[in-house]
Structure formats: C-alpha cells, structure tokens
C-alpha cells in the first residue's frame, strides 16, 4: 500500500475519530492516562459508525463535508500544520495576510485527503493501542492499527499539539515513521523559495479546485461551498 494512499486513509479515519482533547495537570503518567481514556471509546465507537456509514458518505459527499465541517476541522490545528509543511521561519516571514491563505489552503488541502481516503476505505477496522506525550507535555502520539481482512495489519500515528488552553489538536500523521509534513515539505520548499508564497497556494488551489470541480460535477448533492 502506498505512502499516499495510508495517509489519506488515515485522514478518513481521523474525520471519525477527531475530538477535542483536555489533559490535567500533573505528572506525565497521569496525562498518559488521561490521553488514552479519552481517545480509546471514541476511537473504538467511530471505527464501528465508519463501518457502517462509508456508503452513505460516498453517495453523498455533502453528508460527509457536514460532518467534517462540525467535527473534523475545528479540531485540527491547520496552523501549525502549515508551519510544518514550510517551515516555522519561512511562515513567520510572510505577511499576516499570506500566513492566513496558506492555513486556509492547507486546511482545504487535508479536507481533500478526507474525501480521497473514504474512496479507499473498504471495512479497515481501527484500534488505539498505545499514547505516547513528549518531556514537555506539549506534544503526543497517538497510535492506532489499522486491521483488514486482506492485508496485514498497518501502524499508524496521529501526532497531537496541545494549545496554551489545555486541548488538543491534530497536526499531522506518521506511517511508517515517515510524517506527511516530511514528505511534503521539501517539495512546499522547493516552490517557495523559487517561486515564492503565492505560487505554492496558487499549486494548492489548483489541486484542490480541480478534485473538487469534479466531485462537484459528479455529485449533486455536494455542498457549493467546496465547489
């Protein structure tokens, strides 16, 4: 399975699976535990309701950029997403107006991986099996199986921030110890440098206005807001 195809099933998994995400204070073991509390049941109830639901998403993608609209994007932090991808120095040398483009691009760009991985999906079951919270408490892994009946079983990270007000948030996944960001970055680099800000937001848009146009022409029922 490829590297592109894992990381925008796992995106469709995160679209069921996202949530926002409180620590308490105290020492590491205990927020270890907490993560893992919290995320366990949801992770276990929204691998079921996938199962269950991917048709219904697939036939009707405005159901589908309903939900990831209530309860996808406000948990994932497009932000620092966005910083990764450039570079932190790069993004804060850009104009506020640039830096507020290239999140949204890049907020767009992960709700494309949303609906591309529910293409790919065909009964993959997901389990949390382990967290992991770095010396600071500032960063985490969340790590979760991904099991089908025809091919072995595949590992897969969620790497989670946590923002001054206690949440967390999603900022980008690993297969393979290898992260999007990392595969992405040099590329996002590479136009930004040669061709500066707004050429990689125009290649982003073009990406995303082309895959949308043609899911828009495909489907009725989606909501114009993607189109």
Known sequence: MSFKRCVSQLFCAFALMCLSVSIVQGEQVDAKS??????????????????????????????????????????????STARALIGAKNFQSLPKKTQLEMVAVVDKTLVRYAFEGIDFYSGQKFT???????????????????????????????????????VWKAVDVRFKGITYAAVKKYQFKK???????????????????????????????????SC
Not at 48 to 69: C, M, R, T, V, W
Not at 129 to 147: C, E, L, P, T
Not at 155 to 160: E, Y
Request: charged share 20%; hydrophobic share 40%; aromatic share 8%.
């Open 34 to 79: 907490t993560l893992r509390l919290q995320f366990e049941p949801i992770i276990a109830s929204v691998s079921k309701q996938l199962l269950g639901q991917h048709e219904i998403f697939k036939k009707n993608p405005s159901a589908y950029q309903n939900f990831l609209d209530q309860h996808v994007r406000p948990f994932w932090d497009a932000g």
């Open 128 to 166: 949390l099996i382990d967290v992991a919270i770095s010396d600071s408490g500032k960063m985490g892994w969340v790590q979760v199986v991904m099991q089908s009946q025809i091919l072995p079983d595949l590992n897969l990270d969620i790497l989670v921030k946590r923002n001054n007000n206690g």
């Open 191 to 225: 136009i930004l440098q040669k061709q500066g800000a707004g050429a990689l937001i125009a290649s982003l848009h073009k990406k995303n206005n082309t895959f949308f146009g043609e899911l828009c022409n495909a489907k009725d029922t989606l909501d114009k807001q």
